[in-house]
Each structure stands twice: as C-alpha cells, then as structure tokens.
C-alpha cells in the first residue's frame, strides 16, 4: 500500500471522494502505465488528462516535430514549440501539471519490427495515431499481446472510438478489415477537423483508460460510439466479435505482424502524408 | 464531600433563576451517594434575602423520597445578589446538623455553587463532585484514531477514506471532526459507503467526537 | 421495404436493393471509406453486390476515422 504525501492527497482528492475510485483507485492509477500513441490532436487531451490524473507511468510515441498548422487542435503543444519533437513538447506539459508521474518519450514511428518490444509492459494503450495502418498494426499487436487499447479517430466534424479488449470483445478489424487504399482516405489537410471534436474524443479515451485501470463501470467494448458535432448526435453501434475476423476469429489469416504497404517504417525522418 | 449528578447541578441554577430576584429553596436527595433528584419548595417568605420552608411541604417531599428509595441529603437555596456563602441569617437558621447547605449564587454571569457543613454555628465547606453522565461510548474503544479539528471539507473526508483504507472491516475509528460543515457533511458520506456511525457527541469545544465501524 | 440504416427508419421503393445499390442511394462517395455490417456481421466489399437486403435489415455503414498527429 502506498502511503500517500499529504500533498498527493490535496492532488488527488477529488478522485478519492469518488466511491467507485477511492484510495484503492487511486493507487492503482499511481501503478499504471499507459502507453500513448501519437502526440497529436488525440493524444494531446489524453496525455495532459493522464497525467493530470496521475498515471503513474505514461509512455508517449511520436516522430513528428510541432507544425504551426497542428496548434488548432493538439492542445499539448504551444505556439513556442513550433519546431520541438512532439513527444518533448508534451511531456514538458504533462511535467508540469503533475511533476508526481513518471513520462517515457520515443522518438520513433511505431511499426511492425518495433511495436510489440515498446508496447511490452505497458497496462493500456490509447491510439491516437493519424494513419489506417498503424491504427490496423496497434490493434494487431495488442490482440497478439493482450493489451487492451482504446481506438479513437477524427475526420471533420466527426469522431469515433471503441475500446479492444482482446479476447473478450471485437477487435478493430472485427467490424474495418483492413485499411483502405490510401488514394481514398482523406487526409486532415484537405479534409479538415474541427479542433475542439479531438478534445472531445481524446477525452473520452482517457476517461476509458482511467476506467480500465480503476474496473470503475462498463467500458466501451463492442460498441463503437460516433457523434456528429454539427448536430452533437451520439450513437453507439453494437458491434460484435466477427468468427471471420482475420485476427481475432477462428480461422486467423493474420498470425504475425506485417508493415503495411504505405507504412513508412523505412523512411523514418520524413513519414508519407497520412490522415489528419 | 458532596456527590451531585451534573443534571442536578443545572436543576438547582435553573431554579434559583427562576425565582429571582426572590431566593430559591429546596431540598437534595440522594441514592447510593450521589445526588440525583432536586426537590424545588415554596419559600414562603417569598423575599429576596432569606427563605423559609412550607412545613407541610417539607414533611411531604420527605415522605415521597422515601417511598422512592431517596433520603434528603442536603438543603439549597440561592442568594440572588450575593456570594455563594451561609449569610449570618443561615447560619442561625441551620437546625439539621445532618445535612449540607448549598448555595447557588447567581451575582455573577456564571453561578457558583458551594456546600458548607454547619454545626454549631461554626460552618466549614464541602467539596463539592459533579458526576457527568456516563457516557455509552466509553465501553467502546476506536482501533484507529484521527484528530481532524481544524481539517474543513472536503479533506477531512479525504483523511477519513484514507485511514478507512488502511482497516480491516469491523474495526473502529475514532474521528474528531470540527462544528459546522464537517459534522453536517462528513457522517452523511461515511453513512452512504456503507459504514456505520456508531456515535456522536460534541465536546466541550464545540466540536465532536465520532466512532465508526468499517463497512 | 421497410429497412434500418445507422439506426432510422428506411423505406426503400425498390424491389430489389443489394448493398452497392443502398451505397448509391445513400450517396456513399467513396465506398473504400466505409466499412459495412448488415444485422450485426460484417460483409465483405466484394459481397456487396450478391447481398440483397429483405424487409427488417438493420445496416450500419461504419466510416474510416483516422486519428489527429498531423
Ligand atoms: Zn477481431
């Protein structure tokens, strides 16, 4: 049992007042590790959130450096990191709301040879990446590991995310297969976000990893929730395990993690343009 | 020395005040040596400076106490404007060597109460022991202890969860929460995640004194 | 016919409505960015042509959402 400062206890007062959360809740948060991947519109909320909430340990991966066009929606980064890696740029951030927590950067794009040696020890993963096929890898490599994650993604005024617990609930290749050709996807730069949408999404996959991590209420498995911010509709589609899932089914075509065509593990200092 | 219930104690002022400005009398009576019933009587002189006994009266508050099981063990009265001390006027007056004198003064804002033992005119004082009344929690003992006077809301709450956390169901801890919005807030919540409020008192600070058993 | 698509009430003129022809009469644009599950399972793009919808179907065209890094 932790014996928690009587700072720590001012810090997180307001979680140990939940019932559902408590001191048990709390320390189990102060012994998590979540792993976010991506430092952008998604993870930004989500890392800032974690750390506020204090999770103990939370990994972060990103390549990228900060672009002037990502500060409308990637609320970690500040006009004055224009230039600085992503993934420093947050933990600065995420330091300074909670100087209590343990923060793990890489400087690396996530893909098949490196995936299942970064993800290993983590508790949860949130996906906050900007492309199909490293979206498809991190639900590969978590149903291979049993890692349960959390899958979120933006286009324009909408969002969706669905949480993975493998081998309880349907996967993300369960309901989506396999990414589609690149020439179809939009991407952020031609499609457009409105930057608030990402908030709202990344806050719903941290509240789902902080769910995971205290068994507070249901999470958000086999059911994929979507909102359309112009009407702020949400829906929750059923979803359910498919036997014909290529990863999670009974006859698995996918045994092994494989880079995508598009992937851009080779060409790491400058990675293909890529969705939002 | 004189052995009085505390509740007896606040009888004898509340009698002495309502009489006043006139003196107030009465007699104590007693059971297995503690006073605990105030018998108020008339004072006939009905004067703000000395007091007589209705005699029939007397012989009829002295026959009840013993259908009771009680025997008279001392006389009050109460001086109004002036100390707690036999006036010359009592003493003389003072024919039951057998008994005490207590005197209420009500002079000043706070009442004093004395008892003096007189005989033969020569009077000496008596201590006097106020016996509170028994507390039921103090058969029972808190197995953890917090102070969280001065500690407002809502980490007194938070304090209280953490040491809850750290007991084993069953146990007790013993709380010491300020008046006002902690006694009013604190309970409740305890209440609500299944605990039990075993009691609740407040102390002479006005704050109170909690022992709760672990859900 | 009476079908459910993303949840409303659908009635369909049509005789007979396979799902690349529902994609078109719910001005689907890119095809490639939906994924499709009809009465809970999930139908393979290359189905959707034999896949012919009866009075009751419940369909759920589920969109391609990237993430927010770039
Ligand atoms: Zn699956």
């Known amino acids: ?276 | 020395m004189l052995r009085v219930k505390q509740e007896i104690i606040d009888e004898i002022v509340e009698h002495g005040r309502s009489e006043a400005p006139l003196e107030a009398c009465g007699y104590l009576a007693e059971k297995d040596g503690v006073v605990c019933k105030c018998i108020a009587m008339k004072n006939i002189d009905a004067s703000p400076v000395h007091y007589s006994m209705d005699p029939a009266q007397q012989f009829g508050a002295i026959r009840s106490c013993r259908a009771e099981g009680l025997a008279i063990r001392a006389v009050y009265h109460s001086h109004p404007e002036t100390a707690a001390h036999p006036s010359a006027e009592d003493i003389k007056l003072a024919y039951d060597p057998a008994l005490s004198y207590v005197i209420v003064s009500l002079e000043e804002s706070s009442p004093t109460i004395n008892s003096f033992i007189i005989k033969n005119d020569k009077v000496s004082s008596e201590q006097i022991e106020i016996i509170r009344a028994e507390k039921m929690t103090t058969t029972i003992t808190a197995d953890v202890f917090q102070n969280l006077r001065g500690i407002g809301c809502p980490m007194n709450l938070v304090k209280t969860k953490v040491a809850f956390s750290k007991m084993q169901s069953g146990q007790i801890l013993g709380l010491i929460l300020d008046n006002g919005p902690p006694i009013n807030n604190v309970p409740r919540s305890v209440i609500r995640e299944g605990h039990e409020v075993l009691s609740q008192e407040q102390l002479d600070d006005g704050a109170w004194s909690l022992l709760i058993r672990k859900a | 016919m009476q079908i459910t698509v993303n949840g409303e009430a659908n009635e369909l003129h049509e005789a007979e409505v396979n799902l690349s022809k529902l994609l078109e009469i719910r001005r689907v644009e890119s095809p490639e960015m939906v994924a499709v599950q009809l009465n809970g399972e999930f139908v393979d793009m290359e189905n959707y042509p034999s896949t012919f919808l009866k009075t009751g179907d419940d369909i759920e065209f589920l969109y391609f959402m990237g993430g927010g890094s770039r």
């Not at chain 1, 040879?113 to 949860?124: E, L, R, S």
């Not at chain 1, 890692?147 to 005024?157: E, T």
């Not at chain 1, 617990?165 to 996967?171: I, K, L, R, T, Y």
Request: charged letters at 20%; aromatic letters at 6%; proline letters at 5%.
């Open chain 1, 1 to 276: 049992m932790i014996d928690f400062t009587e700072e720590q206890l001012e810090r997180y007062s307001r979680h140990i007042l939940l019932d559902d959360v408590g001191v048990d809740g709390q320390e189990k948060l102060l012994q998590a590790k979540v792993l976010i991947v991506g430092a952008g519109g998604l993870g930004s909320p989500a890392a800032l959130y974690l750390a506020a909430a204090g999770v103990g340990t939370i990994g972060i991966i990103d390549s990228d450096s900060v672009e002037i066009s990502n500060l409308q929606r990637q609320i970690a980064h500040f006009t004055k990191d224009i230039g600085v890696f992503k993934v420093d740029s947050a933990a600065e951030k995420m330091q300074a709301i909670n100087p209590d927590i343990t923060v793990r950067t890489y400087k690396e794009y996530l893909c098949a040879a490196n995936i299942t040696k970064i993800i290993a020890g983590y508790d949860f993963i949130i996906d906050g990446t900007d492309n199909f096929p490293t979206k498809f890898l991190v639900n590969d490599a978590c149903i291979f590991t049993g890692i349960p994650f959390s899958h979120g993604g933006i286009l324009r005024f909408n969002g969706q995310t669905m949480t993975v617990v493998p081998g309880e609930s349907a996967c993300y290749r369960c309901s989506f297969r396999e990414a589609p050709p690149p020439d179809a996807v939009p991407s952020c730069a031609q499609a457009g976000v409105l930057g608030a949408i990402a908030g709202m999404l990344g806050t719903i996959q941290a509240t789902e990893a902080l769910k995971y991590i205290t068994g507070v209420g249901e999470l958000l498995t086999n059911g994929l929730l979507t909102f359309d911010a112009r009407t702020l509709t949400f829906r929750k589609i059923n979803l359910a395990r498919q036997k014909s899932c290529p990863v999670c089914g009974e006859e698995p075509s996918i045994t092994h993690l494989v880079d995508a065509e598009q992937s851009v593990c080779e060409l790491k200092s400058e990675p293909v343009a890529a969705p939002c």
